[in-house]
């Protein structure tokens, strides 16, 4: 059964950096399209960035400059790199992957991963 878990969240002061991994297991084909969204309180889950199966990037203008998405050779774990962190980049982090299997492509969602920074 395929998962995607994320990790590497965590406390930092603002200014600090953070990476975090989204990290897919089980028997797949490929990982494809990954994107991080985030939910802070009382707010709706909002895109950050993301990857295509090409490699071509995307990110929200708020992030732009700041954090960097990219992948591992095995393409099996897709990384956040955030730099610069700002208190309002506090929310839990979500990964999102569209992932093919011998049953056809999926989109698969982790459990989230909190990140806090504090002023």
């Known amino acids: 059964q395929v998962r995607v878990v994320e990790s590497g969240g965590g406390l930092v002061q603002s200014g600090g950096s953070l990476r975090l991994s989204c990290a897919a297991s089980?028997?797949?084909?490929?990982?494809?399209?990954v994107t991080w969204y985030r939910q802070a309180p009382g707010k709706e889950r909002d895109l950050v960035a993301s990857i295509l199966g090409g490699g071509a990037t995307n990110y929200v203008q708020s992030v732009k400059g700041r954090f960097t998405i990219s992948r591992d050779s095995a393409e099996r774990t897709v990384y956040l790199q955030m730099n610069n962190l700002k208190p309002e980049d506090t929310a839990v982090y979500y990964c999102?992957?569209?992932?093919?299997?011998?049953?056809?492509?999926?989109?698969?969602w982790g459990q989230g991963t909190q990140v806090t920074v504090s002023s």
């Open positions: 089980g028997e797949f084909f490929k990982m494809l399209h």
């Open positions: 999102n992957a569209y992932i093919t299997t011998s049953r056809g492509g999926h989109d698969y």
